[in-house]
């Protein structure tokens, strides 16, 4: 199972990005699927995470201003922000809690990241 994620780019604070990322090699489940930011000299961070049924979490940071989705019937996660402001700036990473096969275990994959920078 391998994740790319894309979107990402270069944009005004105040501005909006949409960013995409899609798991393939046709897993046989997929549970959560999340979006995760690093920046530089920080730790990863939790930003939203989205589960099976629809249930949604956000980091307080992002509350108001991100929206998380999911279309199963193409594996993928969405994650809309808007209202972006400098301290958005980040290399996003997706991630899936899923199943490679029906008796694989479930485990967490991650995408390669993609850059998003807000300038003020």
């Known amino acids: 199972v391998q994740l790319q994620a894309s979107g990402g780019g270069v944009v005004q604070a105040g501005g909006s990005l949409r960013l995409s990322c899609t798991a393939s090699g046709n897993p046989f489940s997929i549970q959560d699927m999340g979006w995760y930011r690093q920046a530089p000299g920080k730790q990863r961070e939790l930003v939203a995470v989205?589960?099976?049924?629809?249930?949604?979490d956000y980091a307080d940071s992002v509350k108001g201003r991100v929206t998380i989705s999911r279309d199963d019937a193409k594996n993928a996660v969405y994650l809309e922000m808007s209202s972006l402001k400098p301290e958005d700036t980040a290399v996003y990473h997706c991630k899936i809690q899923g199943q490679r096969t029906m008796l694989a275990s479930l485990r967490d994959y991650w995408g390669q990241g993609t850059q998003v920078t807000v300038s003020s």
């Open positions: 989205i589960g099976r049924g629809g249930l949604t």
